[in-house]
């Protein structure tokens, strides 16, 4: 499909603080982790690849096709960087994915038969409350 450790190589990292509470560590130490990766600067992904995944991905993307994932999970810098880069990776490869084309089946006949079976009770039940016609 695609070379995952070129890919990797091809991404951008930028540390930055993490937000919300922690106190002094949180202040002092860049833990959270942002990737950075243009999809259509890529030289590993194919032309068809870029396209589907610049169509599946467009909710994700920035104006010009590039795709920003964050990870503030863990304490750790190198952690953060090892899960953000594994969502990712699960995120590119889930996008490649061709779905498997839908086989059209029959009704089987006992399913037809069940169904007009029941419409004729019904509609026997219907006509039976009905006022009789006196000619």
Do not use: Y
């Not at 068809?48 to 590039?66: A, P, S, V, W, Y």
Request: proline letters at 4%.
């Amino acid at each position: 499909m695609f070379n995952s450790e070129a890919l990797i190589k091809e991404l951008t990292f930028k540390a930055v603080r993490s937000s919300g509470s922690g106190g002094q560590h949180v202040n002092k130490t860049s833990t959270k982790v942002e990737l950075v990766f243009n999809i259509k600067d890529s030289l590993v992904l194919k032309e068809t690849q870029k396209e589907r995944l610049l169509n599946k991905m467009e909710h994700r993307l920035t104006k010009d096709g590039i795709l920003i994932l964050q990870c503030d999970e863990s304490r750790s810098q190198h952690q953060n960087k090892n899960l953000v880069i594994a969502r990712f990776l699960s995120l590119v490869k889930s996008n490649l994915a061709k779905p498997k084309p839908r086989k059209p089946t029959k009704i089987p006949k006992s399913a037809i038969r069940k169904r007009l079976k029941n419409k004729r009770t019904q509609s026997e039940k219907k006509a039976s409350r009905r006022k009789p016609d006196i000619d």
